[in-house]
């Protein structure tokens, strides 16, 4: 199994006569996970700019001071891209006004891989049953919980035979 990495290319390029700083992404993974995202899940969205207009979810990376405010207006501003599953597999180009859009979008991207690898894992589990268990749960504490009450549980009632009549 390949291990799924993303690839980012950098570059100074001549667009329209003006020189911009462009930036591409694609992510390498699979070819068997790649066929099988490929079928099912090529429209799902790993990133979507009007998720994260309000900041960033507890748990992902924090960009650098210097990179925060110019994230935050990329973010807010219509020309960010969403990346989906088909896009990041055939790679997605971002023409930037600026360096910092450029880091921006890369920041943003590496947010969207990360989502990747998190559908990837979950599209592993299809066809399979896994069980969970809540933190903390004790199985033996349970167990044995369990044994205790079924041990002081009355006997249970004897069936009552044929052709006798309903006390109730």
């Given at each position: 199994?390949?291990?799924?990495?993303?690839?980012?290319?950098?570059?100074?390029?001549?667009?329209?006569?003006?020189?911009?700083?462009?930036?591409?992404?694609?992510?390498?993974?699979?070819?068997?996970?790649?066929?099988?995202?490929?079928?099912?899940?090529?429209?799902?969205?790993?990133?979507?700019?009007?998720?994260?207009?309000?900041?960033?979810?507890?748990?992902?990376?924090?960009?650098?001071?210097?990179?925060?405010p110019?994230?935050?207006?990329?973010?807010?501003?219509d020309?960010?891209?969403?990346?989906?599953?088909?896009?990041?597999?055939?790679?997605?180009?971002?023409?930037?006004?600026?360096?910092?859009?450029l880091?921006?979008?890369?920041?943003?991207?590496?947010?969207?891989?990360?989502?990747?690898?998190?559908?990837?894992?979950?599209?592993?589990?299809?066809?399979?049953?896994?069980?969970?268990?809540?933190?903390?749960?004790?199985?033996?504490?349970?167990?044995?919980?369990?044994?205790?009450?079924?041990?002081?549980?009355?006997?249970?009632?004897?069936?009552?035979?044929?052709?006798?009549?309903?006390?109730?």
């Amino acid at each position: 199994m390949q291990t799924p990495r993303l690839l980012v290319r950098k570059a100074m390029m001549n667009i329209q006569g003006k020189t911009r700083p462009c930036i591409q992404v694609q992510a390498s993974i699979d070819p068997a996970m790649a066929a099988l995202l490929s079928e099912h899940f090529l429209a799902e969205v790993l990133f979507k700019r009007s998720s994260y207009a309000s900041g960033w979810p507890a748990g992902a990376p924090l960009p650098s001071p210097s990179l925060a405010p110019h994230l935050g207006i990329f973010v807010k501003n219509d020309a960010c891209p969403e990346i989906t599953v088909k896009t990041i597999l055939a790679g997605q180009m971002h023409q930037a006004a600026t360096m910092w859009e450029l880091l921006a979008f890369e920041y943003v991207a590496k947010r969207a891989f990360d989502s990747l690898v998190d559908l990837m894992a979950s599209a592993s589990e299809l066809g399979t049953e896994t069980r969970y268990l809540a933190p903390g749960t004790d199985l033996t504490l349970f167990a044995a919980d369990a044994a205790s009450e079924t041990a002081a549980a009355p006997a249970a009632v004897a069936p009552r035979p044929q052709g006798m009549a309903n006390a109730a």
